[in-house]
């Protein structure tokens, strides 16, 4: 089975390449053109051979499309095929909204919708032929319930979840599954920026009374992906601690 996640040189992305080498998966590490990053991914990859799994890098810009033509492409000249999308790239540019530049509000929507809308219908085209695969879109509950200074954001994954909808609806008769996963406040190097209030005052909102850790979603993408996940689709798993918006 071999698995494409997108996004994977680091937190969400990283622990979800892992967690599916664990789980026995070839698994397509992408990352960014940045040199930084490509290097981090290549780690990520060497980690996943040392559980056990074939893995190499894939670096591309999502939010272009010839170049998700070509990830796509050079992921299916490797091996031959593609089972799992796991869409998870995506960036964030925060300001209230007032304050957003048009800049900041495009370069959010590129990467982190418009990225999803390009690789599922890429990948869909593979696994419409293969008759079977698995699309999981990395969503948000900002996308669920909006995020003060996050308006692009927000908009970008409240337009994943929509999309995911769309997309199970029209690819389920060829077999294919697509889902979307909503974590809440989970430590990764993006929240590592937020003041200890910041953080105190979103802890304070989450039932469980503790962040999330980037595995607690790479098990919701495993579970969507593997076999208990094979009669769910068109629905939003939200990995928040029960989080009170």
Do not use: W
Request: charged content about 20%; glycine content about 10%; some cysteine.
């Amino acid at each position: 089975m071999i698995a494409l996640v997108t996004g994977a040189s680091q937190g969400i992305g990283a622990a979800i390449a892992l967690r599916l080498a664990k789980e026995g998966y070839t698994v397509a590490v992408h990352s960014s053109n940045r040199q930084e990053s490509r290097q981090k991914a290549e780690q990520i990859a060497q980690q996943c051979r040392e559980l056990g799994a074939e893995a190499a890098c894939f670096a591309a810009d999502v939010s272009d499309y010839a170049q998700c033509d070509a990830l796509i492409k050079d992921v299916k000249a490797a091996y031959g095929r593609l089972d799992v999308l796991v869409n998870n790239a995506g960036i964030t540019r925060d300001n209230l909204l007032l304050r957003m530049s048009e800049e900041q509000y495009d370069a959010v929507i590129a990467s982190n919708q418009k990225s999803v809308y390009m690789l599922m219908k890429l990948a869909g085209s593979i696994m419409l032929r293969q008759k079977s695969g698995r699309i999981i879109n990395m969503a948000s509950v900002a996308g669920l319930y909006g995020n003060m200074g996050q308006c692009n954001y927000s908009a970008s994954k409240g337009a994943v979840i929509a999309m995911t909808k769309t997309a199970a609806k029209e690819l389920g008769a060829r077999g294919i599954t697509v889902n979307a996963i909503a974590p809440g406040f989970i430590e990764t190097p993006m929240t590592d920026s937020m003041t200890d209030q910041q953080k105190e005052a979103i802890l304070s909102r989450i039932t469980l009374g503790r962040a999330g850790t980037p595995e607690d979603v790479a098990a919701a993408v495993a579970f969507l992906a593997g076999e208990g996940g094979s009669y769910i689709t068109g629905q939003v798993l939200e990995v928040s601690g029960g989080i009170v918006m």
